[in-house]
């Protein structure tokens, strides 16, 4: 698995960015699960959102819910995150990882859950 990410960008309050994230490798798995993760300066590892294969149901940490939308491609191990209503709060560098065997609902939101990360991709919000 080897994880891809991109679509942050620098971005003025209320605006909206999509990230992506794909698995170069062509691999699939059907009963795992890929999520997102920030980190800002200072601060530690934060869960986002996820996204399990088996159910296509997502989770999201209370911070982004309403907000952010993650949606995926089980086919393509491909996950994708719209953010809207962008604060500058949400500043930070998102990861992707991925599960790629059974992950149980109360697992999703830990970080040492998942098995493969991307590089990250920087998203700024200005105020």
């Known amino acids: 698995v080897q994880l891809q990410a991109s679509g942050g960008g620098s971005v003025q309050t209320g605006a909206s960015l999509r990230l992506s994230c794909a698995d170069a490798?062509?691999?699939?798995?059907?009963?795992?699960?890929m999520a997102w993760f920030r980190q800002a300066p200072g601060k530690g590892r934060e869960f986002v959102a996820a996204?399990?294969?088996?159910?296509?149901?997502?989770n999201y940490a209370d911070s982004v819910k309403g907000r952010f939308t993650i949606s995926g491609n089980n086919a393509k191990n491909a996950v994708f995150l719209q953010m809207n209503s962008l604060k500058p709060e949400d500043s930070a560098i998102y990861y992707c990882a991925a599960k790629t065997t059974h992950i149980i609902l109360s697992q999703l939101q830990n970080g040492r859950s998942y098995d493969y990360w991307g590089q990250g991709t920087q998203v700024t919000v200005s105020s």
């Open positions: 996204i399990r294969w088996s159910s296509s149901a997502a």
């Open positions: 490798s062509g691999r699939t798995f059907r009963n795992g699960a």
